[in-house]
């Protein structure tokens, strides 16, 4: 089974909205760790934001926003007010347990954002 | 900062030939990564180092091994490369300290054809 599913291979948003981006997981460890990679065209993996599974508060970086639903599995990136720079492949990664941090990623979704 | 450093940065080879990529990190970090990304399959989990003096298989060893040099080097070598192999190569790194999410830190990746 897919321990990360990004389901939107492609996505669109205009300059200025706001996008979501969606990632659910599937893990049995009650401790894990959530993240977000940004991939811009250059071929750069940029990191974005992490939940981690015990935090009470979804995490937030600036224009990037996790919703972080535990009992639905699910932590979805939002970028609000799109700019052209957002344009990229996002991918959506999970670290299982304590300690050792090998991720495992999703397929990624590619965002495009218009003027 | 030079972070995570990769090289080469583009290779090609013949089907059978041998090669190395080598990476090191100057972050003091204890684990190292090897992933491979190809379209539609986000990126895999060749090998680790969760630290100095060891090494794990990931999600997609057959054909690779590596070598953990020392704390800041962890090369991947091609034995006999074929044309499967053909792909983006990623080094990352990660570490703990007080306050850290443990993310991975990415090279900038070393795209590898295999004829």
């Known amino acids: 089974a897919q321990k990360i599913t990004q389901t939107q291979p492609g996505m669109f948003v205009q300059e200025k909205e706001a996008v979501t981006l969606d990632c659910t997981y599937d893990t049995s460890d009650q401790s894990y760790g959530l993240f977000w990679y940004k991939q811009p065209s250059s071929g750069e993996m940029i990191f974005l934001i992490y939940q981690g599974s015990y935090d009470e508060q979804n995490a937030t970086e600036g224009r990037y926003s996790l919703n972080f639903q535990k009992a639905r599995k699910s932590a979805n990136l939002v970028i609000s007010a799109s700019q052209l720079g957002d344009s990229a492949m996002y991918f959506c990664a999970m670290r299982e347990g304590v300690g050792f941090q090998k991720l495992v990623f999703g397929t990624g979704t590619r965002l495009l954002v218009s003027p | 900062n030079a972070g995570v450093t990769q090289t080469p940065k583009f290779q090609v080879l013949k089907t059978g030939q041998s090669m190395t990529l080598q990476c090191a990190q100057d972050?003091?970090?204890?684990?190292m990564y090897w992933y491979r990304q190809d379209p539609g399959m986000g990126l895999r989990l060749i090998y680790y180092s969760a630290s100095e003096g060891t090494t794990d298989k990931g999600e997609v060893p057959n054909g690779y091994n590596v070598s953990r040099l020392n704390k800041r080097e962890f090369s991947l070598r091609l034995e006999s490369a074929a044309p499967s192999q053909t792909s983006v190569y990623f080094c990352?790194?990660?570490?703990?300290?007080?306050?850290?999410?443990?993310?991975?830190?990415f090279g900038e990746g070393s795209r590898l054809t295999v004829l």
């Open positions: 972050m003091n970090h204890n684990s």
């Open positions: 990352a790194s990660s570490g703990k300290g007080q306050g850290a999410t443990g993310e991975l830190f």
